[in-house]
Structure formats: C-alpha cells, structure tokens
Nanobody, 123 residues
Framework: QVQLVESGGGLVQAGGSLTLSCTASGSIYSINDMDWYRQAPGKQRELVAVITSGGNSNYADSVKGRFTISRDNAKNTMYLQMNSLRPEETAVYYC?????????????????WGQGTQVTVSS
C-alpha cells in the first residue's frame, strides 16, 4: 500500500511564506508526475503546480513567480515553497502522485492522494 503524507501547513500572515512537503511511502517502483492541488471552502479543487520525474515543472498562472515546486526522487518527497501568500489562497493543499508499482503482471501506474494540509493566510 502506498501513502502520501503532507506536512508544513499552518497559519501565516499575508505576504508570508510556507513550505509544504509530501512524502510517499510503500512498495514503490518509481513515481512519475507529482502535483499540488488546493481546495478552498465552497470551491473546486484546483491544480497549483506539477513536477515531472525529470524535474520539469509547470504552475497555475495565479502562483507563477511566487511558488516553487521541487522534488527529491531519492526520498520520494515533493516540496512546495510558497512566498507572498494571499488571503484568498487559504485552502486545504493536497499532494497527488502517479506511482508505479511492481505487480505480478508487471509495472502498473496508480493515482494516489494525500490527506491534505490546511494553509490559512490571514489579512
């Protein structure tokens, strides 16, 4: 079984910074894309940033220049450095990963989500 565990959320003032971490554990063959999503109260979950296994990244327009996604493949860990945070970015932040598992039928890909970590930005 694979688990994704986020950490690093909390309360920060507008303009402040936080760094989120997401660590995958279990019988993992390898991990393809890893992503950060967020969901604010009453809103749909939205993609914040994505990073490939090779380190290529992409961001939602709203966070470009302020957020940085990175990963340490040796540790199966992904990070999200968030700077200049805004009150409207208050949300539960979720990590997501496409994980390859070695099965009796070969290597197969599965989608996993973390439990989420609350980020609250006060004005």
């Amino acid at each position: 079984q694979v688990q994704l565990v986020e950490s690093g959320g909390g309360l920060v003032q507008a303009g402040g910074s936080l760094t989120l971490s997401c660590t995958a554990s279990g019988s993992i063959y390898s991990i393809n894309d890893m992503d950060w999503y967020r969901q604010a109260p009453g809103k749909q979950r939205e993609l914040v940033a994505v990073i490939t296994s090779g380190g290529n990244s992409n961001y939602a327009d709203s966070v470009k220049g302020r957020f940085t996604i990175s990963r340490d493949n040796a540790k199966n860990t992904m990070y999200l450095q968030m700077n200049s945070l805004r009150p409207e970015e208050t949300a539960v932040y979720y990590c997501h990963a496409e994980v390859l598992l070695s099965t009796g039928y070969g290597v197969k890909g599965y989608s996993y989500w973390g439990q989420g970590t609350q980020v609250t930005v006060s004005s």
